[in-house]
């Protein structure tokens, strides 16, 4: 079987501020792991993805995330938060073990103070 | 552009009514997927297809019923046996292969029941 961990449904920061939103993992085969973002009554975009090599995952927007196996993490940042970043922002991971079919956590909410 | 087209955006209905969302795809694209999002629930699968005549169940497929008769299409029913229809639901799209390929969304249909 394969999960998904969002800690924390909300996270608020001011503009300019690190942003940091959290994701556990659990697979008991090699995984790929995505991140997508939502904004108001849209559907998901895609943000990065890791499926093998580099730990360290650059995407769009300037976000980036880190492949962490020891931790079963994959931890989505940003030096420095905008405006425009709040949305609703959601991690998702496939296996062998789910057919490739990704499994979606909660979400988290970003909101970001001028 | 290629994408995915989910129409209408806004739908209300009656309870009892069996109502029908359309997505429709030219990514050429051989997995479609339908997912239902409730507030704090995250994304839960309700059907996929991996190809054309072809559909499996998610984890929530009670009360709903696909059809997958050209690869461009996957309309999906909300019939009245599903007890809590109102929600946002999604439908994203898939290329069969690499399997690490991530889920094109469309921007959903909000349906109200009353």
């Known amino acids: 079987a394969q999960s998904v961990t969002q800690l924390g449904s909300h996270v608020s920061v001011s503009e300019g501020a690190l942003v940091l939103l959290r994701c556990n993992y659990s697979s008991s085969v090699p995984p790929y792991l995505f991140w997508y973002v939502q904004y108001p009554n849209q559907g998901l975009q895609l943000l990065l993805k890791y499926t093998t090599g580099a730990t360290l995952v650059k995407g769009i927007n300037g976000f980036e995330a880190e492949f962490k196996k020891s931790e079963t993490s994959f931890h989505l940042t940003k030096p420095s938060a905008h405006m425009s970043d709040a949305a609703e922002y959601f991690c998702?991971?496939?296996?062998?073990?789910?057919?490739?079919?990704?499994?979606f956590g909660r979400g988290t909410s970003l909101i970001v103070h001028p | 552009d290629g994408g995915i087209t989910q129409s209408p955006k806004y739908l209300f209905r009656k309870e009892g009514q069996n109502v029908t969302l359309s997505c429709e795809q030219n990514?050429?694209?051989?997995?479609m997927y339908w997912y239902r999002q409730d507030p704090g629930q995250g994304l839960r699968l309700i059907y996929y297809s991996q190809i054309v005549n072809d559909f499996q169940k998610g984890d929530i497929a009670e009360g709903y019923s696909v059809s997958r008769e050209k690869k461009e299409s996957f309309p999906l029913t909300v019939t009245s046996a599903q007890k809590n229809p109102t929600a946002f639901y999604l439908c994203?799209?898939?290329?069969?292969?690499?399997?690490?390929?991530?889920?094109?969304f469309g921007n959903g249909t909000r349906l109200t029941v009353t």
């Open positions: 994203a799209s898939q290329q069969d292969r690499p399997n690490n390929s991530p889920l094109h």
């Open positions: 990514l050429n694209h051989d997995a």
């Open positions: 998702a991971v496939s296996s062998l073990r789910g057919s490739y079919i990704p499994t």
